[in-house]
């Protein structure tokens, strides 16, 4: 993978996603921003991001993942507005920003299922190019 | 033997089930032709009794609810409990196309509906849904369930097999998925939150026809937390394939 895929990969993303970290390497985790300015230097780090996302992975573990997933969605919550966002068939239970990282934190069920689906959204992002 | 074209549109509206309700109605408006019948009970008269005679009296070939529900039971207007597994009201659902836009009704209600029906579209856990704008007031608010409810358009346009129905399904949500990432939705401050909703209930998505249901491991409650991204895994398409066509 070229400098130029990335760069195109990185301009397919929505603005809003190129600050929220997309990539876990040595612990640090990674946002498109950075990953781009670590290409262009063409670093060890930057050569070593450019792997994971032309093997479509977003760290080296399932953990790794999801600590990602878990801060992604808390940075991405906490933009909004504290009022109902999002609510469910089940029960008429709806939720605000807050309500959803207090369920993300606990482990909840819905914040199971929050979680779960981000690895898969991240790694649909991953594919952009 | 059911009839042909015959549709019951099941539309609540308390409890935020207008978000939903509002889109049924427009798709049906939409999407209806002539010679075919389509009944839709809203607000008041999505209720049991008025449910049951309709069914008899309409005998429909297709029959398709919004309403909460969970794991044995979905329910109608003002939560009153219409489906719960094992119950007489199931075996009423036999040869028809059934779909319940709820939460968890896959896991062992529509499992039993399977049982009896010609096929049964829902989800495997909770469906998510928009709600930062009033129903039907904007893309947004109709996003989840525009994509949900490609099977009620199918139907409607006369597709009868339940794999190419559930095919629809899953490009449709892919479509919106699409629309608010790369697509002309993508700078619009609910976009974010919207294809994540979107991700989550195409993970959850199930279809069973008798066949199907038969040859798919049940998937117990205390589990399910773990079990869905595997059972989607094991029964539908992978979300992460799907994604990948769009993706390039």
Redesign the interface.
Same mark, same amino acid.
């Given at each position: 993978m070229t400098l130029h895929v990335v760069r195109a990969w990185y301009n397919r993303l929505p603005p809003v996603e190129r600050d929220l970290p997309i990539l876990i390497l040595d612990g640090l985790a990674y946002t498109p921003n950075m990953v781009l300015a670590e290409v262009t230097r063409g670093s060890i780090v930057g050569e070593r991001l450019q792997r994971l996302i032309e093997e479509g992975r977003l760290g080296n573990s399932r953990l790794e993942e999801e600590q990602l997933a878990k801060i992604r969605l808390k940075e991405l919550l906490r933009r909004y507005p504290e009022m109902p966002l999002v609510a469910v068939l089940r029960e008429g239970r709806i939720f605000t920003p807050s309500q959803l990282i207090e369920e993300i934190e606990r482990g909840t069920p819905v914040g199971r299922m929050l979680v779960i689906s981000e690895i898969e959204y991240m790694k649909f992002l991953l594919r952009l190019r | 033997m059911v009839r042909p074209n015959t549709f019951l549109i099941i539309e609540p509206l308390s409890?935020?089930?207008e978000?939903?309700s509002c889109v049924l109605a427009e798709i049906v408006r939409e999407g209806r032709r002539p010679g075919q019948t389509v009944v839709e009970l809203r607000g008041n008269d999505a209720n049991p009794s008025v449910i049951d005679a309709s069914i008899l009296q309409l005998d429909p070939e297709v029959v398709v609810g919004?309403?909460?529900?969970?794991y044995n039971a979905y329910t109608v207007e003002c939560?009153q409990r219409y489906l719960v597994t094992g119950s007489f009201r199931v075996k009423m659902l036999k040869d028809r196309i059934v779909h319940l836009?709820?939460?968890?009704t896959a896991v062992s209600l529509g499992r039993d509906i399977a049982t009896v029906a010609k096929a049964y579209f829902g989800?495997l856990?909770?469906?998510?849904?928009?709600?930062?704008s009033p129903p039907c007031s904007d893309r947004a608010s109709r996003a989840t369930f525009l994509a949900e409810h490609e099977v009620l358009r199918a139907l409607l346009e006369g597709e009868r097999d339940p794999v190419a129905i559930q095919g629809r399904r899953v490009e449709a949500h892919r479509r919106e998925?699409e629309y608010w /990432?790369?697509g002309p939705g993508?700078?619009r401050?609910e $976009?974010? %939150?919207i $294809?994540?909703?979107l /991700?989550?209930n195409l /993970?959850?998505s199930a279809m069973y026809t008798p066949e199907r249901v038969e040859a798919t491991p049940r998937i117990t409650t205390a589990v %399910?937390?773990?079990a869905? $991204?595997v059972a989607t895994a094991l029964l539908y398409p992978r979300?992460?394939t799907l994604?990948?066509e769009?993706?390039?």
């Amino acid at each position: 993978m070229t400098l130029h895929v990335v760069r195109a990969w990185y301009n397919r993303l929505p603005p809003v996603e190129r600050d929220l970290p997309i990539l876990i390497l040595d612990g640090l985790a990674y946002t498109p921003n950075m990953v781009l300015a670590e290409v262009t230097r063409g670093s060890i780090v930057g050569e070593r991001l450019q792997r994971l996302i032309e093997e479509g992975r977003l760290g080296n573990s399932r953990l790794e993942e999801e600590q990602l997933a878990k801060i992604r969605l808390k940075e991405l919550l906490r933009r909004y507005p504290e009022m109902p966002l999002v609510a469910v068939l089940r029960e008429g239970r709806i939720f605000t920003p807050s309500q959803l990282i207090e369920e993300i934190e606990r482990g909840t069920p819905v914040g199971r299922m929050l979680v779960i689906s981000e690895i898969e959204y991240m790694k649909f992002l991953l594919r952009l190019r | 033997m059911v009839r042909p074209n015959t549709f019951l549109i099941i539309e609540p509206l308390s409890h935020m089930l207008e978000y939903g309700s509002c889109v049924l109605a427009e798709i049906v408006r939409e999407g209806r032709r002539p010679g075919q019948t389509v009944v839709e009970l809203r607000g008041n008269d999505a209720n049991p009794s008025v449910i049951d005679a309709s069914i008899l009296q309409l005998d429909p070939e297709v029959v398709v609810g919004i309403g909460h529900g969970d794991y044995n039971a979905y329910t109608v207007e003002c939560k009153q409990r219409y489906l719960v597994t094992g119950s007489f009201r199931v075996k009423m659902l036999k040869d028809r196309i059934v779909h319940l836009n709820s939460c968890r009704t896959a896991v062992s209600l529509g499992r039993d509906i399977a049982t009896v029906a010609k096929a049964y579209f829902g989800s495997l856990d909770d469906f998510f849904f928009y709600i930062g704008s009033p129903p039907c007031s904007d893309r947004a608010s109709r996003a989840t369930f525009l994509a949900e409810h490609e099977v009620l358009r199918a139907l409607l346009e006369g597709e009868r097999d339940p794999v190419a129905i559930q095919g629809r399904r899953v490009e449709a949500h892919r479509r919106e998925i699409e629309y608010w /990432t790369v697509g002309p939705g993508r700078d619009r401050p609910e $976009a974010p %939150i919207i $294809a994540r909703l979107l /991700t989550l209930n195409l /993970t959850v998505s199930a279809m069973y026809t008798p066949e199907r249901v038969e040859a798919t491991p049940r998937i117990t409650t205390a589990v %399910i937390p773990i079990a869905v $991204a595997v059972a989607t895994a094991l029964l539908y398409p992978r979300i992460e394939t799907l994604l990948r066509e769009s993706g390039g």
